[in-house]
C-alpha cells in the first residue's frame, strides 16, 4: 500500500485477527473524483460482499475473472495500486491481458478510473479490499498469472514492521492465487524490508527466486511512478525481487 506516516490503524482493524498493512484515511474525495466514482465505477469497480470491516471481504464469495471481464486471458494482479499509473499504463500497452488493481484508498481508485477512461482502457477493473482477503477470499485458486507489488508501505518504524505486508503468513495466500510458473513481482526503496522480502520469500516452499545474484533486474514494465521518484530523491535505491511460483504438487 501506498507510504503513509499515520500512527495507528484505525477502529476497522478490530474485526480482524492479525493487523492490516494500511491506515485507513478519511476517503475525501474531490468534486472532480466524486463525478469520476458516479460515472465509471459501475464499469471498473468489482462489487464485493463485505465482512464486518469496510475493506473487508466476506469469506466463501470469489468472483470468476472470465465473467468479470468477459473473456479468458491472462491476469495480472497490482496489489497497492496507488493512483494507478503503473497498471494504467500496462493495461493500455498490454490490451491482450486482463488487469486488477487492489487498493483501500477510494480517492486513489477514482484518479485510477479517470486515468483509464481518458486512455480509453477496458481491460482494467478495481477492487476496494484489503489485500490478504483479496488474495484469501476474493480470487480463485491458480487464477493469476502475475502478482505485482511495488512500494508498499514499508512501516519502517520497529514498534510498527509487524505491519508489513510481506512477512510470513503473506507466501501461502500469493501461492494459492498464483497458476504454477506464474510471477510475483516485488519492490521497495527500503533496504530492511527489501531484505526481509527476500527472506520470507526464501523461505517459502512454493516459490523460487527467478532472479540471479542479490537482487532482480528492474522490472521494465514497471513505469516510474512518484513513489519511486521520491525514493530516488532520497538516495535510497530501489531494490527489485521476482519470484516464480513452484508447480503444485
Known amino acids: 500500500m501506498p507510504h503513509s506516516d499515520a500512527p495507528e490503524p484505525p477502529a476497522e482493524s478490530r474485526f480482524r485477527a492479525e493487523p492490516v498493512s494500511f491506515v485507513r484515511r478519511s476517503g475525501r474525495m474531490t468534486d472532480g473524483q466524486e463525478r469520476a466514482w458516479a460515472e465509471h465505477a459501475p ?16 469469506p466463501g464469495t470469489p468472483i ?35 488487469f486488477l488493481a487492489v487498493e483501500v484508498f477510494v480517492a486513489g481508485l477514482a484518479r485510477t478510473m479517470l486515468d483509464a477512461e481518458r486512455a480509453d482502457v477496458r481491460n482494467l477493473r ?39 505486508l510481506i512477512a510470513p503468513p503473506f507466501p501461502e495466500l500469493a501461492a494459492r492465487v ?14 530492511d524490508y527489501a531484505r526481509q522480502m527476500r527472506q520470507v520469500l526464501g523461505d517459502a516452499d512454493d516459490f523460487a527466486p527467478a532472479f540471479d545474484g542479490e537482487w532482480a533486474e528492474r522490472f521494465d514494465g514497471r513505469i516510474m511512478t512518484a513513489f519511486e521518484r521520491k525514493g530516488r530523491a532520497k538516495g535510497r535505491e530501489i531494490r527489485d525481487l521476482t519470484y516464480r511460483r513452484a508447480p503444485r504438487a
Not at 43 to 58: K, L, M, Q
Not at 137 to 144: D, M, Q, R, T
Not at 151 to 164: Q, Y
Open 178 to 191: 498464483l497458476r504454477d510458473g506464474g510471477m510475483l513481482r516485488l519492490a521497495t526503496d527500503w533496504e
Open 43 to 58: 464499469f471498473y469497480v468489482i462489487e464485493v460482499e463485505r465482512g464486518e470491516a469496510v475493506t473487508s471481504i466476506r
Open 64 to 98: 470468476t475473472p472470465a465473467s468479470v471481464f468477459g473473456r479468458s486471458a491472462p491476469l495480472i494482479v497490482e496489489i497497492g495500486s496507488g493512483q494507478g499509473h503503473a497498471i494504467v499504463h500496462a493495461a493500455r500497452t498490454r490490451p491482450e491481458a486482463d
Open 126 to 164: 478495481l477492487v476496494e479490499g484489503n489485500a490478504p482477503e483479496v488474495l484469501e477470499h476474493l480470487l480463485p485458486e491458480a487464477s493469476v498469472d502475475e502478482l505485482w507489488i511495488f512500494f508498499p508501505d514499508p512501516w519502517h518504524k520497529s514498534k510498527h514492521t509487524k505491519r508489513r
